[in-house]
């Protein structure tokens, strides 16, 4: 089982950047896929970016491409997500979750998810 804490959520202005972090309990880390979602209000979750098992593959929705970058630290158990050039529409619960499958964009495939943490773009 893995347990899972975003942090590094909060209050920026379009343009700016904030970096959330996913912490993970357990020796299992490196196992597992990880990705990162996103779910506005009145919105369904969706699919921001994932990483592979060793990090050497990342996958990202169109509309943050280029300006987020998912890493891992698979010796501190971390799970990184870099936003800049923050726009409003980022605005969203942010959730890290994990994946003992292969590398996928679809929640379902995920088995472990964390609390989320909130960001806020004002324009």
């Known amino acids: 089982q893995v347990q899972l804490v975003e942090s590094g959520g909060g209050l920026v202005q379009a343009g700016g950047s904030l970096r959330l972090s996913c912490a993970a309990s357990?020796?299992?880390?490196?196992?597992?896929?990880m990705g990162w979602f996103r779910q506005a209000p009145g919105k369904e979750r969706e699919f921001v970016a994932a990483i592979s098992k060793s990090g050497g593959v990342t996958l990202y929705t169109d509309s943050v491409q280029g300006r987020f970058a998912i890493s891992r630290d698979n010796v501190k158990n971390t799970l990184y997500l870099q936003m800049i050039s923050l726009k409003p529409e980022d605005t969203a619960v942010y959730y890290c979750?994990?994946?003992?499958?292969?590398?996928?964009?679809?929640?379902?495939?995920?088995?472990?998810w964390g609390q989320g943490t909130q960001v806020t773009v004002s324009s």
């Open positions: 357990g020796r299992t880390f490196s196992r597992y896929a």
């Open positions: 979750a994990a994946n003992f499958g292969p590398l996928s964009e679809s929640d379902g495939e995920y088995d472990y």
